[in-house]
């Protein structure tokens, strides 16, 4: 079945050590999303690609950084986690970039930070 | 600027009881309007969409959604609901002035109880 992968499922790091999310997809989509939801919360757009056109939301961090090698593969490095950090980092994405275009999920990575 | 506002933060309910799940928006244009739902430790998988014709739209597990332009709204109902649909549900709305960028509500928990 084609799908949004993340890997790991969980990810525990120390505070200020760097960190990597993975993301594939085999769906074979032009834009790529990474989305942070905190418990109870909705999930906030940190970025997206459209192929390789990188778009930073203009409240996400300079903590948070994002490569996109590929088609298939997207990362998220937080360059010093904090506690505030912690979260679901959830990865999504759609064909194109019209309003109509469903965005489809990976099951997440939950992010610790001790 | 779009807004979403899910009037219910948790809504219990005994298996095999009516459910609504009650979504407004704002916006000073055309929307589309989406249900997300997130089982725990998942990633968001779409329920159902609203883009265009029939204001109603259902889903494949017995969920439907009726878009209500005058009272901008988008509430999901389930005539019978079972355990399995205990999770978190997110509405959300797209508009084609912010391409396929998703404005989220605060998310409802449905609690279903045997």
């Known amino acids: 079945d084609a799908m949004v992968i993340q890997n790991p499922r969980y990810q525990v790091t120390q505070f200020g050590k760097p960190v990597t999310l993975s993301c594939s997809q085999t769906?074979?989509?032009?834009?790529m999303y990474w989305y942070q939801q905190k418990s109870s919360q909705a999930p906030k757009l940190l970025f997206h690609y459209y192929d390789k056109d990188f778009n930073n939301e203009a409240d996400t961090p300079d903590n948070f950084q994002s490569r996109r090698p590929n088609t298939s593969f997207c990362f998220l490095d937080i360059r010093s986690p904090g506690l505030g950090d912690a979260a679901m980092y959830l990865c999504a994405t759609s064909r194109e970039d019209r309003a109509t275009d469903t965005q489809y999920f990976g099951p997440g990575t939950r992010l610790t930070v001790l | 600027a779009q807004s979403v506002t899910q009037l219910d933060s948790q809504v219990p309910v005994f298996e095999e009881a009516p459910v609504e799940l009650r979504c407004n928006y704002s916006?000073?244009?055309?929307?589309?309007l989406f249900w997300y739902v997130q089982y725990p430790n998942q990633g968001l998988q779409l329920l159902l969409k609203?883009?265009?014709?029939?204001?109603l739209v259902e889903s494949i597990n017995g969920f439907e959604a009726e878009f209500n332009k005058s009272q901008t709204s988008f509430h999901l109902r389930k005539p019978s609901v079972h355990i399995s649909d205990t999770a978190e549900y997110f509405c959300a709305v797209s508009d084609n002035n912010a391409g396929n960028m998703l404005t989220f509500g605060g998310g409802t928990r449905l609690m279903v109880k045997p």
């Open positions: 769906l074979n989509h032009n834009v």
């Open positions: 916006s000073s244009v055309s929307v589309y």
């Open positions: 609203y883009l265009s014709g029939s204001t």
